[in-house]
């Protein structure tokens, strides 16, 4: 669907990532983001996939992609290269946090971006402001990083890749329209000293993914306010087990009107044997819910499918294709602007 959308350019993180997107996508361009590689996987995926796009944060990264890249041509440097430097940028505005783990610090970036610049055919700037980003500045911010780290290092930048972290829409998150995020990036990036004919870039996965994808689950028992259900930390729901996320839910009940019973808190424990397999939500579900009903779980994008085991024999699922809308969404243009009230202010 998003090749025939226009997308022709695909972030994998893997070789076998690079496999599976050459195979289904031969057209595309795949660019190799993982910061951290092994000379193996960057040899394959430059001779065999034909992977031109890598991305680094420190010069022991660049050493090796230069040394396997050059291995893979038959010994020459290539002169086709484009390398993407990665900044580290705050993650205070999202609710997770990608910070910690790859990065290039402001002190150590003009060095890296000279010598990158030296090696890479385009060069190109990327960063990730962090998931579920609730702020638009947080771009802003991540940007005026990338304008000190240019000046500091007099390089001619092609790229300015501003991540993912576009949100969507779950329980106590509401995030303003995305409108608001891309206005502010293209405000700022046309200000930015790049190339004339530089590119701008981003790597949209929650904002793409999050609302194509509900799982119905059965309640096998109740507690009290925790209900027992058939998938679990283990399964679908690992980032609502170990992050504490709060997808959106609603019980299916054939002809009942649900809206008219008063809601209350659950928590909901998997079906397997670990106490971990626990999510703390709270669930907002009809206060009458028993063993039996079905509960729809939505927005659960991506991961929900691609976190999913067989741990104690659980996992099996039926997948059936639908066409009813998404439990929210951030593209219908039919919700409201959280950052308008009701509220009238009388001026004297």
Sequence with gaps: MLWQAGITHYDVASVAE???ARATLPEATLCFMHPVKTPSAIIEAYRDHGVRVFSLDSLEE?????DATTAANGGMLP????LCVRLRVSSEYSELSLASKFGCDLT???ELLQATRQVADSLGICFHVGSQSMSPHAYVQALERVRAAIVD????VDIIDVGGGFPSIYPGMEPPPLEDYFGVIDRTYESLPVSYSAELWCEPGRALCAEYNSMIVRVEKRRGTELYINDGAYGALFDA??????FPVRVLREGAANEEIELEPFSFWGPT????DHMDGPFALPADIKAGDFIEIGMLGAYGAAMKTAFNGFGATDVFEVSDEPMASQYRGDRRDPRVTDNVVSLR
Excluded at 241 to 246: I, L, P, S
């Design 108 to 110: 150590g970036a003009a």
């Design 273 to 276: 044997c670990d106490d971990m």
């Design 241 to 246: 087990a170990h992050v504490g996320w709060r």
């Design 79 to 82: 002169e086709d290269l484009t």
């Design 62 to 66: 660049l050493e090796k992609i230069r």
């Design 18 to 20: 690079v496999r599976m």
């Design 153 to 156: 290092a007099s390089v001619t």
